[in-house]
Every structure is written in structure tokens, then in C-alpha cells.
């Protein structure tokens, strides 16, 4: 329910790419590509203007946390662009790869973006916002930016978000005092998701008080990441966690948070 009224605080952001459109509500059967079965229906979905928008070769790293209003909107535009992107949590800014990040700039403020692809290096969201979408998005020409006010829209999109943590008791803000003293050190989880999704969340809360490096695939309606799950795993279904530290593949968010409960705690 709590995760359910944060969805509705951010207005649903980050639930569909930048250019959702409905390709068909009667879709063929098809292998290796998703669809919305609603009784006789069977939506397909995609992006008008991401096809031929530019794709990082690597995933962009960013240090952040879960509760934090400034990287929950970074986090909606990632979701937005459909892209992938490697989180380095730094639980209240404080903890995990909170001490990474002040050797490599001397402060602790998060969000903080590096694109390896580029050698960009950045703080601010706002910043980090225009710079994806200028360097990953589509041409301003195929798109109205305007359409994009929840999240750029500073001070409704950090409100709403600060809202929404408290909604959710600032989870994610905090290291778990029993997390595994090397779980900095681990290869990053990969986690199939979207930011806004009620069965997400509590993952990446996990995630982020056990302060453990995690990939996030972005799954928002109308992604091309779905028809990937679906030749991957034969459906689409999230959050799909894969944890190159031990082999696990799985589903559920329930089961997803005792894995990681049993694995990365002493």
C-alpha cells in the first residue's frame, strides 16, 4: 500500500518510456516478444522516439540511495530513457560507497554520475538529468520536453519524492548494521525493474541498506528490455534478480528480499 501511494505522489513517473505508444491490442503471438494479456486482449507497447536514440556501450554509474528525493528523479529519467545503469548505494550519504565517492571527489553528495563512455563526471540532478537526455534521449524535435515537468520540474519532483519517502519510513537510507563487511566489494547484482513499480521497491531498499553494487535493468512500459527478458527467461515478469556472485537466478519480491537477507548478512 505505502509503495502504492508513493506511485501515486510521483504520478506515475517512470511507469512508460519517453514516447509510450500502443502498437496493437490484438497482437499476434509472437516468441521472444512481450505482450499485456488481458483476456481477449494482448497489448503491445513500444517508444516512438527511442529506436534510433543513442545507447551507451557501458552503463553510466551512479552513487545514490533509495530514499533520496535528488536520485529518485535521476533514477525516473533512467527509466524514462530506457537505459541500464550501474547503482553504487551510499545509504544517507554516509555509508557503502559513500567513502568510494569522497576519494574520488573529495565530497559525499549524491546523486553523483559517471559515464564511462564519455569520461562526463557529474553532482546535481538537475544536471544529470539534461545531460542523459541530451547525450541518450531522442532529438528535441521528436519529443515536447514539456512532457517531462514531473521530473524536471525541480521543485514539484523534489517535494513529491521527499513525499514519497516518507511514505515509505526513508527506507533505503540507512546500512543495515548486519550487512556482510564485503559487500561493497561484490560483482553488482543485476536487477530487471522500474522505478516506480510497488514490487521494485522493497528490492532496492534491500539493495541499498545492504550496500550492494546493482545493475538495474530498466523495464518501464513500452520497453525494448521486455522482449529481452522474454527471450532470456521465456516471460516477463519483475523483479527478475540475477546474482553473478552465486549463480541465483529469480522472481518474487518477497523471495528476492530473504535471498539477499540470507546471503549478504552476518
Known amino acids: 500500500l505505502k509503495s502504492s501511494v508513493a506511485l501515486g505522489l510521483r504520478l506515475g513517473t517512470g511507469a512508460f518510456t519517453l514516447g509510450w505508444k500502443i502498437d496493437s ?36 554509474i551512479i552513487y545514490e540511495y533509495e530514499a533520496s528525493p535528488f536520485c529518485r528523479r535521476v533514477r525516473e ?12 548505494p551510499c545509504p544517507g550519504a554516509r555509508a557503502g560507497f559513500s567513502d568510494e565517492l569522497f576519494a574520488r571527489t573529495g565530497r559525499r553528495t549524491v546523486p553523483y554520475m559517471i559515464d564511462p563512455n564519455t569520461g562526463i563526471e557529474m553532482f546535481e540532478s538537475d544536471d544529470q538529468i539534461e545531460y542523459m537526455l541530451n547525450t541518450y534521449g531522442p532529438s528535441d524535435t521528436k519529443f515536447d520536453r514539456k512532457a517531462l515537468w514531473p521530473i524536471t520540474f525541480s521543485t514539484f519532483s523534489v517535494i513529491t519524492c521527499g513525499l514519497a519517502a516518507v511514505v515509505r519510513d526513508f527506507a533505503g537510507s540507512k546500512a543495515d548494521e548486519n550487512k556482510r563487511p ?8 543485476q536487477l530487471w525493474g ?5 514490487f521494485v521497491r522493497p528490492v532496492r531498499e534491500k539493495l541499498s541498506t545492504l550496500c550492494l553494487p546493482h545493475e538495474l535493468v530498466s523495464c518501464p512500459r513500452g520497453s525494448a528490455n521486455r522482449n529481452k ?36 548478512t552476518v
Open 25 to 60: 491490442l490484438f497482437a499476434d503471438e509472437e516468441d521472444g516478444k512481450y505482450a499485456l494479456e488481458l483476456g481477449p486482449i494482448r497489448l503491445r507497447d513500444s517508444s516512438t522516439v527511442l529506436q534510433d536514440a543513442p545507447r551507451p556501450e557501458k552503463p553510466l
Open 77 to 88: 529519467m533512467v527509466n524514462l530513457l530506457d537505459l541500464t545503469v550501474e547503482y553504487r
Open 182 to 189: 564485503d559487500n561493497e566489494k561484490m560483482k553488482p547484482l
Open 194 to 198: 522500474y522505478e516506480c513499480s510497488p
Open 229 to 264: 527478458m522474454i527471450s532470456k527467461t521465456g516471460r516477463f515478469q519483475v523483479p527478475f534478480l540475477v546474482d553473478p556472485n552465486t549463480g541465483v537466478e529469480m522472481y518474487e519480491s518477497a523471495e528476492i528480499c530473504e535471498y539477499l537477507e540470507a546471503v549478504y
